[in-house]
């Protein structure tokens, strides 16, 4: 193997939980568990949780008795305060190679293509280093020739290697040696399912896999399966990707915070979403063709009634405009709309994708573009100065927070909002 084929995955250390360390002493030495959306389930946990026996993306109300005992410390995503960090990691480790792809908020691989006269070990423990030193996240890095394999280094490294945080997988012993020790579950891509699959045929590690014959991976885990086989015997079936895909529809869809049933105040949520997926298009230099709205009720809740409708409007130009854009969502709802339920939760995707500039116009269409793409990029750069937050908004936004999921254990946004900026003295 030569070091041009290697790729490194760097990957921080309980990310949500370590960011909320990071500007809280007081926790330090204490065990930190963080809720998903609408606190409702454990998508975090520290070391000190874990050894619990708190499983991930447990429900907070079923263990909240032991985490009362344990004195553990409990948080609301705060995902201003997380993205804010990940852009710190991300930069800094960008100070060390020059291809990086931003994988996740947590991770990212990085190619270390050119790196003949260097030890990328110790390389990586630099990086590793100064990202703790000069952010305050701990990573841990696996080095192998392909990602498939730089992910079960990083695996080995967060449980084998902690200490040291970083693993290199550059000899075929060393290879073999860690895909006897891993177990199917525990590689990336293998879920539940193919796991419990894979165990009923006797393949029960990385190392059984690689022995299994090609046909049978290609009939039973698809293609897919078979370049994550191939990728583990050390063939690259996946570059890395500097430069974010270009998404062909963006949406999004959250739980309220408490159930909704007036108009307003889910038009309201309605339009604060619109506003944020019609920015993300812009960012990707895309423009909607198409508009999906949905609307339901909690169909756990058997004692309310239930209901669920969805909508998809085609618009008679591609528009990135969050004025457009609000306007359709609002005509979508109102056809949805039903009177007498108790609301859980809206949605909006924008479909059928284009280039900005590969957009068809009508021959009667009257709307001022120009004018749209100069305040949008106003409004765009204003709220960008001020982390990404809604700064400019639009009336139909409201100002109300009845929408708004349930963050009662929410920490302050230090790196993003001037009121909660940490004041140090003497």
């Given amino acids: 193997m030569t070091a041009q084929t290697f790729v490194a995955l760097i990957d921080c250390n309980n990310y949500y939980a370590s960011a909320e360390r990071l500007f809280n002493p007081s926790i330090r030495r204490k065990a930190v568990a963080v809720l998903s959306n609408n606190d409702g389930c454990i998508v975090s ?7 619990l026996g708190i499983p991930m993306g447990a429900p907070i109300h079923k263990f909240k008795a032991l985490l009362t005992a344990n004195d553990v410390a409990i948080f609301s995503s705060n995902y201003t305060l997380y993205n804010s960090i990940s852009d710190r990691v991300h930069k800094t480790i960008s100070q060390f190679v020059e291809d990086v792809e931003k994988y996740s908020i947590d991770e990212a691989f990085v190619s270390l293509d050119g790196f003949t006269h260097v030890s990328l070990y110790r390389h990586c423990r630099l990086i590793r280093a100064t990202v703790l030193r000069n952010v305050g996240i701990p990573v841990c890095i696996g080095i192998a020739p392909t990602r498939t394999l730089a992910k ?3 695996w080995y490294a967060k449980k084998e290697r902690r200490q040291i945080g970083v693993y290199i997988l550059d000899s075929q012993e ?12 525990d ?36 293609v897919v399966g078979l370049r994550l086989v191939m990728e583990l015997q050390g063939t690259i079936c996946a570059e890395l990707e500097t430069e974010p895909a270009i998404r062909k529809c963006i949406g999004t869809a959250k739980s309220f915070g408490t159930p909704l049933s007036r108009r307003s105040d889910v038009g309201q949520a309605l339009a604060n979403y619109t506003a944020l997926v019609a920015e993300k298009i812009r960012s990707q230099k895309s423009a909607a063709g198409q508009i999906h709205v949905f609307l339901q009720t909690n169909p756990f809740n058997t004692s309310d009634k239930q209901y669920y409708q969805s909508v998809t409007i085609n618009l008679p130009v591609a528009t990135s ?13 109102n056809r949805i709309w039903k009177q007498g339920y108790n609301f859980k939760k809206v949605g909006i995707q924008l479909q059928q994708l284009v280039d900005e500039n590969k957009i068809q116009y009508g021959l009667y269409d009257q709307i001022n573009r ?9 409004i765009d750069q204003i709220n960008s100065a001020f982390g990404k937050k809604d700064i400019v908004k639009f009336a139909r936004q409201g100002n109300t927070t009845s929408w708004k999921m349930k963050q009662e254990h929410l920490s302050p946004c230090y790196t993003t909002k001037l009121s909660d900026v940490l004041i140090i003295r003497a």
Avoid: C, F
Avoid at 177 to 182: D, E, R, Y
Avoid at 370 to 378: I, V
């Fill in 321 to 333: 405009s969050t004025v457009e854009l609000l306007y359709y969502a609002d005509h979508a709802l």
């Fill in 174 to 185: 060393k290879i073999n040696a860690l895909l006897k020790w891993t177990k199917v579950e």
């Fill in 152 to 154: 079960l280094a990083n």
């Fill in 370 to 378: 120009e004018k749209q793409n100069n305040l949008m990029l106003a």
């Fill in 45 to 51: 946990r520290s070391e000190e949780t874990k050894a």
């Fill in 187 to 222: 590689i990336w891509g293998i879920g539940r399912k193919y796991a419990h699959l894979l165990n009923k045929y006797r393949i029960y590690t990385a190392w059984d896999l690689v022995h299994t014959p090609k046909d049978w991976i290609k009939k039973h885990l698809s």
